[in-house]
């Protein structure tokens, strides 16, 4: 586009040479007419472009954000923070929760949502976070408090990051249950700062 605009201004400023010699030219005249008009064009259309191109590399970047997630240490004991760089897909609240549960880069962690769960919805109100996951969450539990436990603070903790959410609500198939196995899931829960390991 650039190399088109440059042409068009080159030849209107030889033609318009031309044209000064034979001003008396009606033919003339108008060839100049329409070249300027064509460089007018090429120029307006090459700066549209750059500042579509401009507002698209804009975008890209405001996709593009640093993220905290919690996992498990190996005690199921602790939740352990872990950043990485992702495009935000859909809503912040989804991408997020997608990215805990491909699990930890680091291999001393260790994931905290069971295998099979899905994400049903997830969506923040007032600074309430619900989200409903599939069976799965409940029914391949590993087993025991602690891991129980590890796995709902580390999904509160790692949702809270965000500045807009102050609190978690679960359902399980779009109910709300009054326990997951051992852990109350009746109302939305806060986030543990003492469960967080420095």
């Known amino acids: ?7 068009a201004v080159i030849s209107l400023m030889v033609l318009s040479g031309c044209n000064n010699s034979k001003s008396s030219n009606e033919n003339g005249n108008l060839e100049e007419k329409a070249l300027k008009t064509l460089a007018a064009d090429s120029l307006e259309t090459y700066v549209a472009g750059n500042s579509e191109s401009n507002e698209n590399e804009e975008t890209i970047e405001e996709t593009i954000r640093d993220i905290t997630l919690y996992f498990s240490d190996y005690q199921a004991e602790y939740t352990v923070a872990e950043t990485r760089k992702v495009e935000i897909k859909g809503s912040i609240e989804e ?11 680091n291999k001393e962690l260790y994931g905290v949502i069971p295998e099979g769960t899905r994400l049903l919805s997830i969506q923040t109100e007032d600074g309430v976070c619900t989200v409903d996951l599939s069976e799965e969450f409940v029914s391949n539990q590993p087993g025991g408090t602690a891991a129980e436990t590890i796995s709902i603070n580390s999904i509160v903790n790692t949702l809270t990051e965000l500045e807009h959410i102050d609190s978690v609500q679960f359902r399980i198939e779009g109910n709300v249950r009054e326990v997951l196995i051992h852990h109350a899931l009746d109302r939305p ?5 003492n469960v967080i390991k420095n």
């Open 189 to 193: 829960i806060k986030r543990n700062e």
């Open 95 to 105: 991408t997020v929760f997608e990215e805990l549960k491909k699990g930890p880069e």
């Open 1 to 7: 586009m650039k190399k088109v605009c440059i042409a």
